[in-house]
């Protein structure tokens, strides 16, 4: 199982982040990945960030997006989960703004695990319940604490 309190943590949770565009949302969530963990060059994270998004769109449908990339600057996945004051463009399949996203960075050598938090991830995601709850966070700490408790849950079933 896995433990998403040590790839998430309660400081790279936001709610009404203010961003209008695929990039600038991903670029609140580097320099707070960077606030977190000194050691990462926000604009690396951007670029390695931006390079998969141009293979193709991290949005799920439903509003949901999990821009991800394996990154040589990081020891073990870590994460910022962003919920956004308005909708964003992200090209998802369903055309539908994003304003739910888990942003991921995951060491180079890490393809298994890397693949696990997606799954895990994609099936906490899909559950229209899960959505609306994380929808109604009002706070920080409220949307840290739904979204642990729906990964919990979801990596149980």
Do not use: W, Y
Not at 38 to 43: C, G, K, M, S, Y
Not at 76 to 93: Q, S, V
């Amino acid at each position: 199982m896995i433990e998403f309190e040590t790839i998430l943590s309660p400081s790279c949770t936001h709610v009404g982040v203010e961003a209008r565009s695929k990039k600038g949302v991903l670029e609140h969530a580097c320099e707070c990945l960077a606030d977190a963990f000194p050691a990462i060059e926000p604009r690396r994270l951007l670029e390695g960030l931006l390079a998969r998004e141009r293979l193709g769109s991290t949005g799920l449908g439903e509003g949901v997006a999990i821009p991800h990339c394996r990154f040589d600057r990081c020891d073990a996945p870590m994460a910022c989960f962003l919920k956004t004051r308005e909708g964003i463009d992200f090209d998802g399949p369903d055309d539908q703004l994003v304003d739910l996203l888990f942003v991921l960075a995951v060491p180079l050598h890490e393809q298994r695990i890397h693949l696990e938090i997606l799954g895990a991830l994609a099936r906490a995601f899909d559950d229209p319940g899960n959505l609306a709850s994380l929808r109604r966070a009002a706070t920080d700490q409220d949307l840290f604490d739904a979204l642990q408790r729906q990964l919990a849950t979801s990596q149980r079933e």
